[in-house]
Nanobody, 122 residues
């Protein structure tokens, strides 16, 4: 019902910046009521939460990125962005865009993008 495509990944030096974008398509009504998020997964590690933003604009960040990353959304354009500043080698991972809806029984439905590689290295 919702398709997600990430872009903007690449190679950047420590201390540099990068902006990731997630373009959604499909059911705009589902997108508008969904909590959107960015997750990342490094080789040999579990996928972890980076940041989320609710339909109302409330944000949440992992402690490791708080103060450095900023998540935003544009419901009209059906896009979600992640501005990444002061990047560290530890930020190297595949970054995934996520859309989640949760019902009254706390059953969640997730949609995922294909991922985009971010490499922080000198």
């Amino acid at each position: 019902q919702v398709q997600l495509v990430e872009s903007g990944g690449g190679l950047v030096q420590p201390g540099g910046s990068l902006r990731l974008s997630c373009a959604a398509s499909g059911d705009i009504f589902i997108f508008r009521i969904s909590t959107m998020g960015w997750y990342r997964q490094a080789p040999g590690k579990q996928r972890e939460l980076v940041a989320t933003i609710t339909s109302g604009g409330s944000t949440n960040y992992a402690s490791s990125v708080k103060g450095r990353f900023t998540i935003s959304r544009d419901n009209a354009e059906m896009t979600v962005n992640l501005q990444m500043n002061s990047l560290k080698p530890e930020d190297t991972a595949v970054y995934y865009c996520n859309s989640r809806t949760t019902d009254r029984l706390e059953y969640s439905t997730d949609y995922w993008g294909q991922g985009t590689q971010v490499t922080v290295s000198s």
